[in-house]
């Protein structure tokens, strides 16, 4: 299956792609990696309007849906861009369909609230937060973008009964402590909440929980993606460069074949990410076995893609100077960040049948 964009999509993908290359070149990403200080490139993002797209008009968005997400998704991944605090708005949206306040801060002014979990598991409850009396106690390590976030939205399981609460972080009982990761376009930090108060939202978690899920899937998904097409460029237009024996590499046979893998897995990774994202935006009845497929399969084959783009870089692939480390450290944390592909597949299993419905 071959998906085609919108005529609007199509122009939306190309200004932001533009857009970024001027914003979110290679030496305006590394200098967030060097300063270790991505809110410049992000206040700019949210400022000029990008933030919005895929937000209803209501909430002080541009309109769209979880499709146009994942277009900004590719591109800020094709690019190697910050993206953490934008990610944590798209994803947790589903948890604050009753507060459009914060939804609106996020959008307009950049504000974060942080879904608090591990980065490296499937979104859910599975924390070791405790609640007495309205007030939390517990630590969760390796959250994304806590270190810059105003609010933490945090799951609790209190024997068979879910809940999500609302914590200020700037509350004294929040302690952030920040980890560095080997992709600096991202940041994580370990909450410690040492009886915080915290306010209880009145939704149903685990339907919030779910749909939160199925959207980190499909935008890390595309995220991924989008570093794959970074990847792939880079690999050919070295290839037609570099030379052995006379002859560009590009020419050897085995080298044609490692690229022409690499735009399989681009091209069919666009379709899968995309129909995903248009699956979980309709609320069709399976779209998280869709969402759960686009980021097992795409992050994986993204991860694999990376290594044959190393491969025919050669050692200069290895090297700071030359810019594929960006996007090669960018697949590898999208492969594990919300869950490997392990998990989702066990996820995959769990969602099939295991016999054919009756004829």
């Not at 085609?4 to 290359?21: I, M, N, P, V």
Request: glycine content about 8%; some cysteine.
């Amino acid at each position: 299956m071959h998906w085609e964009l919108s005529e609007e999509q199509e122009l939306f993908t190309t200004s932001l792609r533009e857009w970024l290359g001027e914003r979110a070149n290679s030496t305006t990403v590394r200098s967030c990696w060097e300063a270790g200080d991505s809110t410049g490139f992000e206040n700019i993002f949210v400022s000029e309007g990008w933030a919005g797209v895929g937000f209803d008009d209501d909430l002080g968005g541009q309109g769209g849906g979880l499709l146009e997400l994942a277009l900004t998704a590719r591109e800020l991944g094709r690019a190697a861009a910050p993206s953490t605090s934008w990610l944590q708005s798209a994803i947790i949206l589903p948890a604050l369909a009753g507060e459009p306040a914060l939804v609106r801060a996020a959008i307009e002014s950049g504000e974060v609230t942080a879904l608090a979990v591990r980065a490296d598991q499937i979104p859910s409850a599975t924390t070791s937060v405790r609640i007495a009396a309205d007030r939390l106690h517990g630590r969760i390590p390796c959250v994304l973008g806590a270190g810059r976030s105003q609010r933490l939205l945090v799951p609790v399981q209190d024997g068979h009964t879910t809940s999500l609460w609302l914590v200020d972080s700037t509350d004294g009982g929040v302690q952030l402590r920040p980890r560095p990761l080997l992709d600096r376009s991202r940041d994580v930090a370990d909450v410690v909440l040492d009886d915080v108060t915290a306010r209880r939202l009145d939704i149903g978690p685990d339907a919030a929980l779910g749909e939160i899920a199925a959207r980190a899937a499909v935008l890390t998904a595309a995220d991924a993606l989008g570093a794959c097409e970074r990847m792939l460029q880079l690999a050919v237009e070295y290839s037609k460069q570099r030379q052995q024996f006379g002859h560009p590499i590009g020419s050897f046979q085995a080298v044609k074949h490692a690229a022409a893998q690499m735009l399989v897995t681009v091209e069919s990774s666009m379709s899968i990410v995309y129909y995903a994202a248009q699956s979980t935006e309709e609320g069709q009845p399976e779209h998280a076995t869709h969402a759960a497929v686009a980021k097992a399969q795409v992050t994986e084959h993204g991860a694999e893609l990376a290594d044959s783009a190393l491969t025919l870089h050669g050692a200069i692939g290895y090297t700071w100077e030359h810019d594929l480390h960006l996007f090669y450290k960018r697949a590898k944390l999208d492969r594990v960040l919300f869950g490997t592909p392990a998990s989702w597949n066990e996820c995959i299993a769990q969602n099939l049948p295991l016999l054919p419905a009756p004829a």
